[in-house]
């Protein structure tokens, strides 16, 4: 059955549009046209778009969606749902926040197992190596193992809160990006250093502060340079490919892009929070916007947009994260309130509103920062990240002019809440389609229509 979308506009140089038609069957693109060479062919279905922007449908790189293990917090029908209602279509889950942690083939086999059936969205899988799973002496072979069964990506910690997914020192860092890179797969670090952070949590605690200023003061600028630093190191001495996840500070990125002029294969995502949020908007808002790394100051803001625009940063992930509310978000402490924010389904609004109607990210950079770069990250370009033939015919089908109001209780998540509550925007999803059919479609009396669960695929990595 071949579709074809016509009375469109796609991204082209720049700011412009150019006028497409876009030719699916088999759910992949079979060709991208400009407009009006359409003539009809027989059994096709033909849709006709009205005009509307078409975007590449966005890959979120770093999601948190919990399942199995603590699906309070989220699951994968609520987190992909999320997503389709957000212009996303595909997510690539954490290894860290589910139980078993997805150190081995027989938890990423669990994992398949309880996602497979709800997920609404396709999904890459992040493996993982933690001080716990690098202490079995077979943590080699389940390395291989899992990027043999096609794991996107893998990650580890250099300050990690978890108990069951403890963080790495520099030595333990090493030789993980020895054998990652031997094996071809990319390593994401989160990069806080620990010892920074213990000594000022420790006289903070002695101090008996317990304030948003406190937690922040806790976590500084300071370290994620050093973090960043030690990656720097272990990415010189490996060679392997290293990606900082979340990056918050400018002057990790001063760094960061100091060791790529040297050569070394390291890149870096943001986030959201840490386009939008300053230390001042911390201290106003409180746990609500309780992140690890924390928002940091003016500058570091407006060097990560700069860095986003010019490319030193690759691509900005929600690292959606969303604690039991208000329970866990209202503990009485700062330090014991839940660190994450979801944010899946505010990612490509947000970008589209606040970067290229802000006049600070083009059209074209934008489908660079939400698809075609997290797409290579993962080794996933030749099928996803791109209005290409021969890609899977993802896409949004965005309205520019739409204003709205972001509202926790409009979204689609388990736990709703949203540091951006009450911001307004202007471009809105009005409708997903993955591999050519509609997951999520914004009806004109604004009621809200998903396909049914279990229509999104496992992608691994390499795989055609
Ligand atoms: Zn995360």
Known sequence: MRTRFINLRIPADGNRTQPAELVVEDGRFEEILPAGGATAAGGEHWVDLEGALVLPGVIDAHVHFDDPGYTHREDFATGTRAAAAGGVTCVADMPCTSQPPVTSIAALTSKLRAVRPKALVDYVLWGGVSANSIAAPDWRESLANLVDAGVGAIKVYL???????????????????????????????????????????????????????????????????????????????TGARLHVVHLGTGEALDLLSAARLEGLPISAETCPHFLEFTDEDFDRLGSVLKTAPVVKTRADRERL??????????????????????????????????????????LLPYLFDRGVRSGRLSLQRLTEVTAAEPARLFGIEHRKGGLRPGCDADFV????????????????????????????????????????????????????????????????????
Not at 198 to 222: F, I, K, M, V
Not at 327 to 334: F, L
Not at 436 to 448: A, M
């Open 159 to 237: 300050l990690s809160g978890m108990e069951s997914f403890r963080d790495l020192d520099a030595g333990a860092l090493r030789e993980v990006l020895g054998h990652a890179h031997r094996l071809g797969v990319p390593v994401g670090v989160h990069a806080e250093d620990r010892a920074v952070v213990d000594e000022l949590t420790a006289r903070a605690h002695l101090h008996g502060e317990d304030s948003p200023a406190a937690y922040a003061a806790s976590r500084p600028a300071a370290a994620e340079s050093a973090a960043v630093a030690t990656c720097i190191d272990a990415c010189r001495a």
């Open 305 to 346: 947009w700069q860095g986003l625009a010019g490319g030193e940063l690759s691509f900005v992930a929600s690292d959606h994260a969303a604690g039991v509310w208000p329970d866990e978000k209202e503990t009485g402490s700062i330090w014991s309130d839940y660190g994450g924010v979801p944010g899946v389904e505010l």
């Open 397 to 464: 089908v965005f309205d520019e002019r739409a204003r709205w109001t972001v509202r926790a209780s409009g979204l689609h998540n388990l736990n709703r809440y949203t540091p951006l509550e009450g911001l307004e925007l202007t471009g809105r999803v009005r409708a997903t389609y993955l591999r050519g059919r509609p997951v999520f479609e914004r009806l004109p009396d604004d009621d809200e229509r998903f396909a049914e669960a279990g229509l999104g695929r496992w992608v691994r990595r390499g795989v055609a």
